[in-house]
């Protein structure tokens, strides 16, 4: 069989990073090394971001998410896997929400008090059972009241 320089070349074209593809099969590039020093930083800027405002520990973050330790190690290290990373931004953004709305100190104790709205759970157990929503919906009535 005689190959042409142009069957060559998009021979060559299909060997990418050691690995070849077979023809016309597609593939997720890889991640950049940058790409990955991007995830990595912003999956450990939002750990680190929802431990300070709830005054959490590694292990109070791996609680809060129902995950090993381990598990937030790997996050901390190798980045936030997609099907979670949704979730790590709904806390972050709740967290950052109650920095917005009470005093920063007292946002830990805040949080890890049971309260009558939340069924006698605190916010911390309601985040790990049930997510924001209702968080937010106990919020929007602790805070909203009328004059009348």
């Given amino acids: 069989m ?56 590694d ?13 937030v190690a790997r996050w901390r290290s190798a980045g936030i896997p997609n099907k979670r990373s949704a979730d790590v931004d ?13 005093i920063r100190a007292r946002i830990p104790e805040i949080v890890r008090t049971p309260s009558g709205a939340l069924g006698g759970k605190s916010v911390l157990t309601v985040i790990t059972e049930r997510g924001v929503d209702p968080v937010y919906g106990y919020l929007e009535r602790l805070f909203s009241y009328s004059a009348g």
């Fill in 90 to 102: 709904r806390v972050r953004e709740l967290a950052t929400y109650f920095e917005r709305r009470f």
């Fill in 2 to 57: 005689h190959l042409t320089a142009a069957h060559l070349q998009a021979k060559r074209d299909r060997i990418v990073g050691g690995a070849c593809r077979p023809k016309g099969r597609t593939e997720t590039p890889a991640l950049t090394v940058t790409d990955r020093l991007v995830k990595e930083r912003a999956s450990s800027d939002a750990l680190d971001q929802i431990a300070a405002i709830f005054g959490l520990t």
């Fill in 59 to 71: 292990s109070g973050v791996a609680d809060l998410f129902a995950v090993s330790r381990g598990t």
